[in-house]
């Protein structure tokens, strides 16, 4: 798998944005057929830093409902992987 199919798009929350700050953890939202060493490879390719470690979390996909005008429309939203990386410093090119 290529590194750019590996990465979606990266987690943009105050929780996020806290764990980058603190504890040098990034969020991302991963390819759900991509394993953890592949992911690593993705991060640090593109981030140019050394990730220590990865942790994967596959989130369940959810029913959702809402009430309008026009009625009560059901919907699902889909399921997805996240992973958090731990790194540890900037490499240098």
Do not use: G
């Given at each position: 798998m290529k590194a750019?199919?590996?990465l979606i798009k990266p987690i943009l929350s105050e929780k996020a944005n806290k764990q980058t700050e603190k504890m040098n953890r990034?969020?991302?939202v991963v390819n759900k057929?991509?394993?953890k060493l592949e992911i690593k490879k993705a991060v640090e390719s593109f981030y140019g830093v050394?990730?220590?470690?990865v942790?994967?979390?596959v989130v369940p996909s959810k029913a959702k409902a809402k009430y309008t005008k026009a009625g009560f429309i059901v919907g699902r939203k889909p399921s997805k992987k996240e992973s958090n990386c731990n790194c540890s410093k900037r490499r240098n090119n």
């Open positions: 750019s199919d590996v990034y969020s991302f057929k991509a394993n050394t990730v220590d470690n942790n994967t979390i």
